[in-house]
Structure formats: C-alpha cells, structure tokens
C-alpha cells in the first residue's frame, strides 16, 4: 500500500512537471552584476574627509529579473517583468527595482502595461545620452534630473510608425511614500509636507528612433490630491524634457533641455519655483572595443520668493568603457560638479554615502557582467 501512494505520488510530480514545461509561456531570467571602486573628495562640508570604498553598481546597479510572453493569438500576447536589486559588494536584501509591470501588447493596437515600469524621460536618456544611460560619476544625472520609475501605474505604448512611438501614463500613488520625490524641494517653501498624499502623475511623450537620429519629448503633471492645513508648501507642477542624438559614426552628439515648474497652494503668492537644464555630449569609439564620452550640464534654480538668492549648478563628466566581451566590460569615470548654492544647503548635488550629497568630485573604476 505504501509503495503504491509513492508511485502515485512521483506519477502526479511528473505529470505536473510535464504540465509546467508545455505551458506557453516562455520565461526568461537576465541581469547584471557590477562591482568596483568609488573615490569621492572635494566635500561640501569642507570639514568632511574623502570617501572611498569598493561598491556595488556604478555603471549599472546590479540586478536580476525575470520576463516572460505567452502567446494569447490574433497578435495579441501577455507579458510581465519584475526586476530586483541587490549589492553586489556585501550580503545585502533583495528589493524590487524599476520594473515590475504584467500587460498586454497587440501588435495593431500597442502595449498596455500596469505596475511600475520607467519614466519615459528615463527611457529617453537612456537612448540619447552618450553616456549610454550608465549610472557612472562621469554622467550628468546629479545635475540634469529625469525621474526614473512611475509607481501604481498604467500606461499605453503605441505601435511604432517609422520609427515613432507614442506613450501616455497615469500614476494612482496614494500616498507621500508610494512615489519618488519632486525634485525642486526649496527651503523658502518650507519643504515638502508630510501631510500631503495622494499624488496623482499624468505623462505623455514621443519618443523617435531611425537610423543615426533619435529623439522625442515628454511632458509631466504632479498634483496632490490632499493638502488639507497646508499653506506654505506647493501642491502641484509640471515637468517637460526635450532629447536629440545623432550618430556621427566618428562621433555622436546629444543634446537635451527640461524646465522643472512648482507652485505653491498659498493663493496669495502666484510666483512659482523653476528649474531650468540642458546638457550636451559627445562619445567617439576607441578601435573596435573601446568608447569615450564627454558631458557637460547645467541647470538654473529659481525661487518665488525674492529674498531667496538663485541657485546655479554645473557639471562635466568622463568616461570610458571597454568591452572585454559581449557581456563584459570594463569602465572608468571622472565626475565634477559646480554650484552657486550656498543658501539651499538641501538642494545640493553631489555624491556621497547614502542619500546625502557630500561631495563635488569623484572617480570610479569597475568591472560589469550581463547576463
């Protein structure tokens, strides 16, 4: 009797083995493990010292995920993907990270998707920067800001026409935690409030890539839906970014500009908080493995109130990358960053340990693996 529920028991693991490998759904497990050296110096408190360590993720955070599609016929599929990321420099967690979406793609109608996935602006510095979209100290990111993930969200991906694509998302986050931070957070404003919740976040873009060009245009607005008792914080604003890039061959160029707009709930004050960036670059390969990059940003912060001086920052950045293999490379990079910001202690850029920005100049070096 005994032998005979064991029998059954191994029939029943087989059968559902066979059953898992003949569903259609065809899964994928890819990432990236990036791990090297990080020198932070030139510190913001002059009387911090330099920072150096061996890190996890500077040119890519390391990561995994897990993709996959089933075929539901009539061109229509599903699919999900969920990334999560880990340290690969210590025994860290494992967190969900960017992308973490199931959805429908059609191939007359477009792909609609729900969760959270990245911003479209993100996406377009990914495709036009010449950094390539790294993460290095070399590219521009401490002073050119582009959000990076939508959160509770939908969105809707056109099919692509010659090379053009049409996006729009909403974003449902119900509450302060459950999205990334406006980036403009003035003191003369007196921070954001915790109170406010219930951010609502409406995004359109196109995005264009043919050929040697690429670019396209996004277009944002934030607006919290409860600011009950506050009356010296903003309450909603809008975002637009502009991106282009040309490859040359012997060089390629990018170039992008966005505004940042802010305005207060406090109906006596109309003046809004402004951020305006641009950036430009230019890479050139090395022989047949190598790449070198070259960027420059800025940006101008001005504040609604008057007595509030305005606040300028700079950047310039170099890297270089080196592919040991199609999976491969090895990368080096030199960041600096300027700034007229004495008064907004809490808006400066910077590296540092953490979440706190201490530093105005670093280096990094590493080596990443994609699998």
Request: charged share 15%; aromatic share 14%; no cysteine.
């Amino acid at each position: 009797m005994q032998k005979r529920v064991i029998a059954l028991a191994v029939a029943s693991l087989v059968s559902g083995t066979a059953f898992a490998q003949s569903a259609p759904t065809n899964v994928t497990l890819y990432g990236i493990v990036d791990v090297g050296y990080h020198y932070f110096n030139d510190p913001i408190v002059k009387s911090t010292k330099p920072y150096s360590a061996i890190d996890s993720g500077d040119q890519s955070p390391s990561r995994f995920g897990f993709k996959g599609t089933e075929d539901l016929g009539d061109g229509l599929s599903a699919n999900f993907d969920a990334v999560f990321t880990f340290s690969g420099d210590v025994n860290s967690a494992i967190t969900p990270y960017r992308k973490t979406f199931v959805g429908l793609t059609s191939t007359t109608f477009g792909q609609i998707k729900a969760g959270q996935f990245a911003t479209f602006e993100d996406d377009l510095v990914g495709a036009t920067n010449v950094m390539a979209g790294n993460t290095t100290v070399g590219q521009p990111s401490k002073v050119y800001l582009a959000g990076s993930s939508y959160y509770n969200a939908v969105g809707y991906f056109s099919p692509v026409w010659n090379g053009l694509q049409l996006r729009a998302a909403f974003s449902s986050a119900d509450k302060t935690g459950d999205v990334e931070p406006l980036p403009l957070v003035p003191t003369d404003l007196g921070q954001q409030k915790t109170a406010k919740t219930n951010q609502r976040h409406y995004a359109i873009a196109a995005h264009y890539n043919n050929g040697p060009l690429i670019g396209g245009a996004t277009y944002e607005i934030n607006k919290y839906q409860d600011v009950s008792g506050q009356t010296n914080g903003y309450d909603s604003g809008n975002v637009w970014h502009l991106f282009g890039a040309y490859d040359f061959k012997v060089v390629r160029v990018n170039a992008a500009y966005g505004t940042y707009n802010y305005a207060a709930n406090d109906v006596a004050i109309e003046k809004k908080d402004t951020r305006k960036q641009w950036q430009l670059g230019v890479s050139t390969p090395v022989g047949e493995k190598g790449l070198l990059a070259l960027n420059y940003a800025h940006a101008n912060i001005k504040y609604r109130s008057d007595a509030t001086p305005d606040d300028k920052q700079g950047f310039w950045g170099v890297g270089f990358f080196y592919n040991l293999s199609k999976r491969t490379n090895f990368y080096t990079a030199y960041g600096k960053i300027n700034q007229d910001d004495s008064n907004q202690t809490a808006n400066k850029a910077g590296w540092g340990v953490g979440s706190t920005a201490s530093y105005n100049q670093a280096f990094s070096a590493g080596l990443r693996h994609q699998f």
